[in-house]
């Protein structure tokens, strides 16, 4: 079975429900890339998101 990439919102916002799951860890990280920047005006670099945010699940 493969595994999945996961970015989850939720771990570090009270108020948002966003979860990222992928079998890809680019695509899992470009969306939460978009997500970040679009939902919260934040920017995060991929190596931040993949180092402080990324979980394999």
């Known amino acids: 079975m493969a595994q999945a990439h996961k970015l989850d919102c939720e771990s570090v916002s009270d108020t948002c429900r966003f979860i990222i799951q992928s079998e890809d860890e680019e695509e899992a990280v470009d969306l939460a890339q978009k997500?970040?920047?679009?939902?919260?005006?934040?920017?995060?670099?991929?190596?931040e998101l993949r180092n402080e945010h990324l979980q394999v699940v």
């Open 35 to 47: 997500h970040m920047k679009e939902v919260h005006e934040q920017e995060y670099t991929k190596d």
